[in-house]
Structures are given as C-alpha cells and as structure tokens.
C-alpha cells in the first residue's frame, strides 16, 4: 500500500498563517485548528492579560492533562477488559471440564487461549 503524499494546507491561529504539510484531510486539520482557536479564546477571556505565548503554553499544559487523563482511563479500560476476558475463559474451561465423557478428550481437554 502506498503512503497518501502530504500536502500543504494553510490555517489560522490567532491571526497567523500556518503552513501544515499532511497527509490528513483539509477538513480535518481546519477542524484542528478550529478546535485550538475556541480553547484559547476561552482561556483569554478567563485568563485576561495573558501574553499569547502564555496562552499558548497554558493550552498545551491543559491539552496534556487531558491526553494523561484519556490515557489512564484507556488503561484501565483494557485492564477491566483483560480481567472480563479472563475470568470469561475460566468459567469455560470448568464448564467444557464438566462435559460427560461422551465428549472426545480432544473437545473436553482443548486449551482455550
């Protein structure tokens, strides 16, 4: 399969052109870029007098709480999942161990996982 080439798509953030070169579609990074102006027109009405390079640094350290945020929950999410799956395979193998003997050896005894 061969990779989409990147292209350049221009978008705006706080009244500057930015040059972004993607392979992600224009709707995709203008969505982006939409997504970081509204988070830092919220955070300069309530952080009044912030320079725009403290703005910036202040999104990104907020960003970054919420990505470790998401991460962690992901985490515990596939823990959850693993310890569902596991014990969902414990209780089939004590049921196909309770088969009758009628049941070839091969079914009764096959390793499941």
């Excluded at 798509?9 to 709707?27: A, I, N, P, T, W």
């Excluded at 995709?28 to 830092?40: K, P």
């Excluded at 799956?85 to 005894?109: H, N």
């Amino acid at each position: 399969m061969t990779p989409t080439p990147k292209r350049k798509v221009e978008v705006s953030l706080l009244g500057q052109r930015f040059q972004l070169r993607s392979d992600k579609s224009d709707e995709y990074l203008h969505g982006l870029a939409n997504f970081v102006s509204e988070r830092l027109d919220d955070m300069r009405k309530s952080a009044k007098g912030a320079s725009t390079h403290n703005l910036a640094l202040l999104l990104s350290l907020n960003l970054a709480d919420q990505l470790f945020e998401k991460e962690d929950e992901l985490l515990r999410f596939k823990k959850g999942l693993e310890s569902q799956t596991q014990e969902a395979l414990r209780e089939v193998q004590s049921a196909l161990s309770m088969l009758p003997d009628s049941v070839p050896a091969e079914v009764r005894d096959e390793e499941i996982i």
